[in-house]
Nanobody
Framework: VQLQASGGGLVQAGESLRLSCAISGRSLNKYTLGWFRQAPGKDREFVAA????????YYSDSVQGRFTISRDNAENTVSLQMDSLTSDDTAVYYCAAVLDPGSSNIYSYTVYDYWGQGTLVTVSS
């Protein structure tokens, strides 16, 4: 499975950005797709995830209400719409995939099997 993230860039605080991740190599049946981020000097942290059916979506407290994750199983893509960005959102963002992890495990980056290369988001204040 290969994941290719794109859409990062430099924006002003309060602006929006949309990240996309194209996935190839196998069917996404039963895969949960997620976004993580890592700021300089910090651990990788969970941002959002969406289950196979897209009926279940999960967000970290820090992005709840500002970010929206979505997936298109026909196109094999997962996106992250980021609104009202702040300087605290500055980080490298990674998309990731894991097969049927169970809802309690989706927040941990250690359970994800496949990762994209990361795309840098910089928010200036």
């Amino acid at each position: 499975v290969q994941l290719q993230a794109s859409g990062g860039g430099l924006v002003q605080a309060g602006e929006s950005l949309r990240l996309s991740c194209a996935i190839s190599g196998r069917s996404l049946n039963k895969y949960t797709l997620g976004w993580f981020r890592q700021a300089p000097g910090k651990d990788r942290e969970f941002v959002a995830a969406v289950a196979w059916s897209a009926g279940y979506r999960y967000y970290s407290d820090s992005v709840q209400g500002r970010f929206t994750i979505s997936r298109d199983n026909a196109e094999n893509t997962v996106s992250l719409q980021m609104d009202s960005l702040t300087s605290d959102d500055t980080a490298v963002y990674y998309c990731a995939a894991v097969l049927d992890p169970g809802s309690s495990n989706i927040y941990s980056y250690t359970v994800y099997d496949y990762w994209g290369q990361g795309t840098l988001v910089t928010v200036s204040s």
